[in-house]
């Protein structure tokens, strides 16, 4: 098989420290996989740098930033949050992923423990998997009943809303997989002795309920793609393209570059 034919600028990559990097880190060398690994890590890290400015605008102006991530499992949630705290202050941001709820929050109203994680002035939250696991994993699961559902899906416009009028940006990412990536990353994980702790007892049915939770996400993005906090949807079969369009998406829409004087 021929080589592939390589240009100045892709060689120079090749030849950097990340495309070093990337050469020498298989046992088999694959140019052109190494020089996409290359230009990937280099627009990550352009979008990162961009990051840092806007959680440092976020900090001066005392904003207050929540980051949905959802997604069924292993569509890379917790992957694209890490590439967007990677180098961002520790001190003015958290990722919260809430456990199972006690006894004590079962009985309060159901948003009252995730009003509890929301941010402070000058803070970024980012949330695997948030209230919307009552849209979705519990009604699937059978974790709620069909009124608890019912009346979750007809206060959460309302809730959202109300988070939005009180200053904070909301922004909703939901991480779409195929059900053949699922499969595949489900089998990568068992086989890998630092990730198999990954596996819950809802990924191993993931697979057989896949049509029920497509039946409840679409009746999430049909009745809570309200127009102050629209879904905004990422094709994840591909981890580095999405977790570039999730972090390009954020950079779009959170308005980090003008003052406050400014009119958005």
Same mark, same amino acid.
């Given at each position: ?102 006894? +004590? %929050? &079962?009985? /309060?109203?159901?948003?009252?423990? @995730? ?7 000058? =803070? ?78 809802? +990924? %191993? &049915?993931? /697979?057989?309920?896949?049509?029920? @939770? ?7 993005? =049909? ?42």
């Amino acid at each position: 098989m021929s080589k592939p034919k390589l240009n100045k600028k892709e060689v120079a990559l090749l030849n950097s420290k990340l495309g070093l990097h990337a050469l020498l880190k298989n046992k088999k060398v694959d140019l052109l996989k190494s020089l996409g690994e290359v230009e990937y890590n280099l627009e990550l890290q352009k979008r990162q740098e961009e990051l840092i400015k806007l959680q440092a605008w976020a900090i001066a102006n005392d904003e207050k930033i929540v980051i949905i991530c959802e997604g069924r499992d292993a569509a890379g949630k917790g992957g694209a949050i890490r590439r967007f705290t990677q180098y961002i202050n520790p001190r003015h941001y958290r990722i919260v992923a809430l456990n199972v709820p006690t006894d +004590d %929050e &079962r009985k /309060q109203w159901f948003f009252q423990r @995730y009003i509890n994680q929301l941010p402070k002035p000058g =803070e970024i939250v980012f949330f695997d998997r948030s209230w919307y696991n009552r849209a979705v994993v519990e009604p699937v699961n059978n974790f709620c009943t069909e009124s608890e559902y019912e009346i979750f899906m007809s206060q959460v416009n309302d809730f959202e809303k109300m988070i939005i009028q009180s200053g904070t940006h909301l922004i909703k990412l939901y991480f779409s997989i195929s059900k053949e990536e699922q499969a595949k990353r489900f089998k990568d994980i068992k086989k890998d002795p630092l990730k198999r702790w990954k596996m819950t007892a809802v +990924d %191993e &049915r993931a /697979q057989d309920l896949w049509d029920e @939770y497509s039946k409840y996400k679409e009746q999430m993005f =049909e009745k809570t793609n309200a127009g102050l906090a629209p879904w905004t949807i990422i094709s994840a079969d591909k981890k580095p393209s999405a977790r570039l369009k999730a972090i390009s998406h954020v950079l779009k829409t959170i308005p980090y570059h003008k003052t406050r004087d400014e009119p958005e």
